[in-house]
């Protein structure tokens, strides 16, 4: 079934074409990663302007903007393929779902462990219970249950299917809980702590950040892909060609 | 269809009338967690109306999440669920009667027994009228997402603490917007906006969480 385009979209949805491609798309990934990761934090670390507020504890952000703004992409782009999977029923996309989902988790504790370490030294605590902290560790909380509920089940369509169905709801979830949470913390307390309030940030800080955030972006796919990889061997493990890949192995 | 969802919910009550001791059960688990934390943080009278509405919440949660499990399991261990699947009727609103049922039996007592709870912690009399108010709103709420997950769970070992783990944090809006009308009231605001969201949610989760539950009791009666 060719597109308008004349690349077969689904030839890669069967996970025998996918395990060779993911193969040569990691290494990709990885450098690019590398290499951005290497550039952004140069220009984090030595080009960008010292802060005159908080001085050089800002550059932290280099770090944890990037990791906060993938752990919630990575929530919704883990619904969507657990969604795709429930849908139409496509293997990959389940496999995809719970291979996201501890890259996921991983980006969620790091926003949170720099939130802290950037909270001590600015706002003189390594907890506050400000609105984007708490809806952060909420969605910490739901990745683990995600996460948790597709390690209690033994059989991998089952798993697969009650952990999309999590996933969706959490995702319709995600919003009502951002919102009752903010409106929760500013009837208690004014906004005190927010960072939009912040003055303008200067064009590099920008371009570190976001240099930084297509770092982590290709560090999500390089991990998802080789997480993937190993679920497709285990799950088609009964299949000729993966049999045959892994007796040539042995 | 209403006939339907009145024969779920004759059903349920009636099976849960034989075993009052379950009903019971997490009605006392409420009151004893209720009473335990003024044993824990001390008499103060003025610290325990401040807390009160958070303490009362919170044990409404546990309670209703403990009750959980009783929702599919039994069904599911005599194979009535499986006649429930089978049956011509649109199984969420089958799922809805079964909610419903779940919440008279944990959410309506859990409301009644609030008021009095409310003079333990020194509750002024419209702030207690809010505190019961909003359980008998957000209750429901807290049995339609709770069967999502007794669903998913079903048959699973270690279900009771999975099913903590994915719950509770879906649970949060109502727990915040619940507790915070009665701190409303409390401190002399209008608690009519935290109601109306309770209300919001509830006909939110009424119109969309069956569906959720009967796509996921398929997955795992399947």
């Known amino acids: 079934m060719p597109g308008k385009t004349g690349i077969n979209w689904f030839y890669y949805a069967a996970p025998q074409t996918f395990y060779p491609l993911a193969g040569r798309l990691i290494p990709v990934f990885a450098v690019l990663a590398a290499l951005l990761a290497v550039w952004g934090l140069y220009i984090g670390f030595f080009v960008a302007p010292t802060d005159h507020q908080q001085g050089e504890s800002y550059r932290i952000i280099f770090i944890h903007v990037p990791s906060a703004w993938m752990s919630m992409f990575l929530y919704v782009t883990m619904a969507f393929w657990a969604g795709l999977g429930l849908i139409f029923n496509t293997r990959l996309s389940a496999m995809m779902a719970s291979a996201i989902a501890p890259t996921g988790a991983l980006m969620t504790f790091i926003a949170l462990w720099t939130g802290a370490l950037w909270g001590r030294p600015t706002w003189g605590a390594y907890w506050v219970w400000d609105a984007r902290l708490t809806s952060e560790l909420i969605l910490l909380f739901l990745y683990i249950g995600f996460?948790?509920?597709?390690?209690?089940?033994?059989?991998?369509?089952?798993?697969?299917?009650?952990g999309a169905i999590i996933a969706l709801v959490g995702v319709v979830n995600v919003p009502i809980i951002y919102f009752s949470v903010q409106w929760w913390n500013t009837l208690h307390q004014g906004a005190s702590v927010s960072i939009t309030r912040a003055p303008t940030m200067a064009k590099t800080m920008l371009l570190g950040m976001l240099v930084m955030a297509l770092a982590f972006w290709m560090y999500s796919i390089a991990a998802t892909l080789a997480r993937l990889r190993p679920i497709i061997l285990e799950r088609e493990r009964r299949s000729d060609w993966a049999r045959e890949l892994l007796g040539k192995g042995t | 269809m209403l006939k339907i969802l009145a024969a779920v919910i004759r059903r349920d009550l009636l099976l849960a009338f034989r075993q009052r001791s379950d009903v019971l059960n997490t009605l006392f688990f409420f009151v004893v967690v209720?009473?335990?934390v003024p044993l824990g943080v001390g008499p103060e009278t003025n610290l325990l109306r401040t807390i009160a509405p958070g303490v009362v919440w919170v044990a409404a949660l546990l309670a209703a999440m403990l009750s959980l499990a009783r929702l599919f399991a039994s069904d599911h261990a005599d194979g009535a669920l499986e006649q429930l699947l089978l049956s011509p009727e649109p199984l969420p609103l089958l799922v809805l009667g079964k909610a419903a049922a779940h919440w008279l039996v944990t959410g309506l007592p859990l409301t009644l027994v609030s008021v009095v709870l409310s003079i333990q912690f020194d509750l002024a009399a419209d702030a207690a009228l809010v505190l019961a108010v909003s359980l008998a709103l957000g209750t429901p709420v807290l049995s339609l997402i709770g069967a999502v997950g007794a669903a998913l769970t079903l048959g699973l070992r270690g279900g009771g603490v999975l099913i903590s783990?994915?719950?509770?944090p879906l649970y949060v809006p109502v727990l915040i917007i619940g507790a915070g009308a009665v701190e409303a009231t409390a401190a002399g605001l209008d608690a009519q906006g935290y109601l109306l969201l309770l209300a919001g949610m509830l006909l939110f989760a009424a119109v969309l969480t069956p569906w959720a539950v009967a796509a996921a009791l398929r997955i795992s009666v399947e």
């Open chain 1, 147 to 162: 996460m948790a509920l597709q390690a209690a089940i033994d059989d991998p369509r089952r798993a697969d299917k009650a």
């Open chain 2, 165 to 168: 783990l994915l719950v509770l």
């Open chain 2, 34 to 36: 209720v009473t335990l």
